[in-house]
């Protein structure tokens, strides 16, 4: 285990073996094919679930589906954040309503930063990053905690099913599922529990299949919501869904982590600053000389560089030819970062123009529904 491992913080290595184990839940097997266009679902970045088969079935028999998911407004936009961005994307292209929440109430009591920070930070960092990766300003409801909604009744059934879940939840629970826990940090899981689930409310889409796909930190607040969900009888609840994907590497191994800037790339780094990080920080599999490299090959499965290719090169051949060369020996370091470099350099380009675009649109976003 690691040393710290909770919602909101996560501190030395991950086993995610004992994390499957321990909070129980299911490993993905077979996806139908729609899941295998996306990258991420391929290539097993998300790799375990909840209830999945609901959202499955759904999008088989071309059925109404939510996809909910929550961001932390602080700290810069970095590619690890871009999982959970790709599968917005993917599922409101299969016809998914999305609804997403800026945590700034979370922010507020679990951070300390002010609601004010977090709405600048959610738009500069976050929506531009997400309107840039391909998100749409149809069937989305994209809302802050601290101002749900202008609809009187809308915000009233929000912030009413945050307060009525209270009764349902143990403080034993609590502290079983949080480790240390403050009244601010207790609020904040009872509002994500209302996030994940006040789409099935009958002031909004009613009761419906709600995907909510996270970083496995998460999932313990999944849990609580589905648990409080189950004992909450005035509301007829559909099982909350989930999927997980596994944390991006930071660029020296561990976790990405938004306070090193050493250890991501971010997604307004200037091209030249994110080849430098890659050459001076990214891990590398290879071997201590050249002479050994040729004869011993390099380890892709721990090379940061590869693990990032695999991210961004979306070609399964081209990814297997750099996978096998540097396996090989005939694939130096240097030359699988430059690989990485210009596939990085290329993406960094397009998107951040992609982001100039996005700011004259933005607003579009924003509109409190
Ligand atoms: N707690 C999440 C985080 O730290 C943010 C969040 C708030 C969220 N509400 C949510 C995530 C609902 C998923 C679903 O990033």
């Known amino acids: 285990m690691p040393d710290v491992f909770n919602p909101w913080e996560v501190k030395g290595d991950i086993d995610y073996d004992k994390l499957i184990k321990g909070f129980g839940v299911e490993l993905i097997k077979d996806l139908p094919d729609v899941?295998?266009?996306e990258v991420l679902f391929r290539r097993k970045f998300i790799f375990a679930h909840r209830g999945i088969g609901r959202i499955i079935n759904a999008i088989h028999y071309k059925k109404p589906f939510v996809m909910m998911t929550?961001?932390?407004p602080t700290g810069k936009f970095h590619i690890g954040h871009m999982m959970v961005a790709k599968q917005m994307v993917f599922y409101q292209n299969l016809g998914a309503k999305l609804y997403i929440a800026v945590a700034d109430i979370e922010a507020y009591n679990a951070r300390g930063q002010s609601l004010a920070e977090s709405k600048k930070n959610a738009i500069e960092e976050y929506i531009l990053n997400y309107i840039a990766l391909g998100l749409k300003s149809e069937n989305l409801d994209l809302y802050f905690q601290s101002n749900r909604s202008n609809h009187q009744h809308k915000a009233n059934a929000y912030y009413r099913?945050?307060?009525v879940l209270a009764r349902h939840a143990t403080f034993n629970?609590?502290?079983a599922v949080y480790g240390e826990i403050t009244p601010g940090k207790m609020l904040a899981a009872l509002l994500q529990a209302s996030d994940m689930l006040?789409?099935?409310l009958k002031e909004f889409e009613g009761p419906i299949p709600v995907i909510v796909p996270v970083g496995i930190d998460q999932d313990p607040h999944i849990r609580l919501a589905r648990d409080i969900a189950s004992k909450c009888k005035e509301f007829k609840f559909m099982e909350l869904c989930s999927s997980y994907h596994y944390f991006m590497p930071g660029l020296s191994g561990g976790k990405m982590s938004s306070s090193d800037s050493t250890s991501?790339?971010?997604l307004t780094d200037d091209p030249d600053v994110a080849a430098k990080k890659i050459k001076k920080y990214a891990f590398s599999g290879g071997r201590d000389t050249v002479e050994e490299h040729r004869?011993?090959?390099?380890?892709p499965d721990i090379d940061v560089s590869f693990q990032y290719l695999r991210y961004f090169e979306d070609n399964d051949k081209e990814l297997k030819k750099v996978h096998d060369d540097y396996?090989?020996?005939k694939l130096l370091s240097g030359e699988l970062k430059q690989i990485l470099i210009e596939k990085m350099t290329k993406f960094l380009e397009d998107h951040q123009k992609n982001i100039e675009k996005a700011k004259r649109v933005v607003d579009r976003y924003m509109e409190v529904k």
């Open 35 to 37: 899941f295998n266009e």
């Open 70 to 72: 929550g961001l932390m």
């Open 161 to 163: 099913l945050q307060n």
């Open 173 to 175: 629970e609590f502290k």
């Open 198 to 200: 006040h789409p099935q």
């Open 264 to 266: 991501f790339i971010a």
């Open 295 to 299: 004869k011993h090959g390099g380890n």
């Open 327 to 329: 396996k090989a020996g």
